[in-house]
């Protein structure tokens, strides 16, 4: 799908859209506590769906509300294999919760997810279960129950995912579980899992994100549960009042553990005007000039931020490439691409993302079929010089579906 995007100005109010990563979390420990929770709020992102699929696969009776879901809970293992779509969380996530389970389950999915490193997976979850392997470091992954429990050190640096799962998974493990972390990123993103798990009934202690250590013999207990406003999405929209007019965004909690609620502090770093009350923020348009920001532990602001940089006077540093290389494309490369097109000085410096902004002009731009690279071309073409065509534009459905139509309705 081609979406064209016009020079515009933006005024106006909408609702974020449901936190994908939350969503996922709550769907999935839902639908192993036995008996039945109301999640409120799930979104209708490819990633949901794909999360609510495989819960059904593994034996979760699902009913789909107007406002949710209703789910009874209570998984075994599948007589098929588990497809994820493009969902990277949710593939290391159930990984480790398919674990739990007795006998060998296959995990696959399609599209970019095929490409993705999943030895990861590998590496930290054999020593819990009977076994763990990969097709030579992707996907399917082949896991065989039970969870026996014990000691795991893993390597937190590429990515927080696997750690979710095993922290989820380890209240059905034989014995307590103690899980020491290397370099571990995306540490807000933990705080999100434990909290969850907590609302739900299990206690993890988290020794300075260094060490966790769960107990065995915990269950998940049925509760109600409203999923959050996602802040990565939203991220785009208060960007979008910063380069192009006004935009207020509600349904945002600001004391979310979200880590891409940071956005707010990128955006007042590069002079725009930010107001925020209990569950809304709102952007206004003013001079911006570039600024310095770490993204380390926000991977997913680096689209946002370089739209948002692509308008700024002088230079913008952005730090944390490395976490840029195995999203659902080379974030690296294809923002860089992408943007240059548009004739955005941008760069990168080792770790740095370097981006000289002025006024980005017309352009046809790839998605690849990453859906913050669609978002993030259609933000700076708002207040570019000339049209922007954005081709596979579909992408946004991972995360944020109503994406175009939500920026229809700011623009003027």
């Known amino acids: 799908m081609k979406r064209s995007i016009k020079s515009s100005r933006v005024n106006g109010s909408i609702f974020a859209p449901a936190s994908k990563s939350v ?32 819960c059904k696969a593994l034996g979760a009776r699902i009913e789909t509300k ?19 779509g493009e969902s990277g969380l949710s593939v290391r996530m159930f990984s480790a ?64 995912q696997v750690l979710t799962g095993i922290l989820m998974a380890s209240p059905y493990a034989k014995k307590d579980v103690t899980v020491k972390v290397e370099n571990l990123q995306s540490r807000p993103y933990i705080d999100i899992t434990i ?9 993890v202690e988290n020794m300075d994100y260094q060490e966790f250590k769960i107990k065995s013999g915990q269950f998940y207990q ?23 007019g006004k935009v207020k965004v509600e349904n945002l909690q600001l004391n979310s553990s979200q880590a891409d609620k940071a956005i707010i502090n990128a955006l007042i770093y590069a002079g725009a005007k930010v107001s925020m009350a209990d569950n809304f923020v709102e ?13 380390t532990h926000c991977p997913d602001l680096f689209p946002p931020l370089v739209a948002l940089a692509s308008h700024c006077e002088g230079e913008t540093r952005i730090l944390g490439v490395s976490r840029l290389r195995v999203k659902e494309s080379d974030r690296a490369a294809t923002l860089s691409e992408e943007f240059i097109k548009m004739g955005v000085d941008i760069r990168i410096d080792g770790e740095l993302m370097v981006i000289n902004g002025g006024k980005p002009h017309g ?44 920026l229809e309705k700011l623009t003027i």
Not at 195 to 203: E, N, Q
Not at 223 to 242: I, N, P, Q
């Open 283 to 295: 952007v206004c348009k003013h001079q911006l000039n570039g600024f310095h920001f770490d993204a």
């Open 222 to 244: 049925p509760k109600k549960y409203t999923v959050e406003g996602d802040w990565s999405g939203a991220a785009f929209m208060l960007v979008a009042g910063a380069v192009a």
């Open 97 to 160: 919760i398919a674990a739990t389970l007795e006998g060998e389950v296959v995990l696959t999915g399609h599209g970019s997810l095929l490409n993705r490193p999943m030895n990861i997976v590998e590496n930290s979850l054999s020593p819990l279960c009977e076994y763990c392997r990969t097709n030579n470091g992707k996907l399917p992954i082949l896991v065989k129950g039970p969870f026996k429990g014990g000691e795991v050190t893993i390597d937190g640096s590429i990515s927080s």
């Open 363 to 406: 352009a046809i731009v790839q998605s690849h079929g990453d859906h913050r690279i669609a978002m993030a071309t259609a933000i700076a073409a708002l207040a570019g010089d000339g049209d922007v065509e954005i081709e596979g534009a579909e992408a946004v459905a991972k995360s944020y579906p109503e994406f175009f139509e939500d």
């Open 23 to 54: 969503a996922q979390r709550a769907i999935a420990i839902a639908s192993m506590a036995v008996g039945q929770s109301e999640i409120a709020s799930t979104g209708s992102s490819d990633d949901v769906i794909a999360a609510i699929s495989v």
């Open 195 to 203: 909290g969850i798990m907590k609302y739900f009934g299990v206690d």
């Open 66 to 84: 107007p406002d949710g879901l209703i789910i009874s809970g209570g998984i075994s293992r599948p007589a098929i294999p588990l497809n994820f």
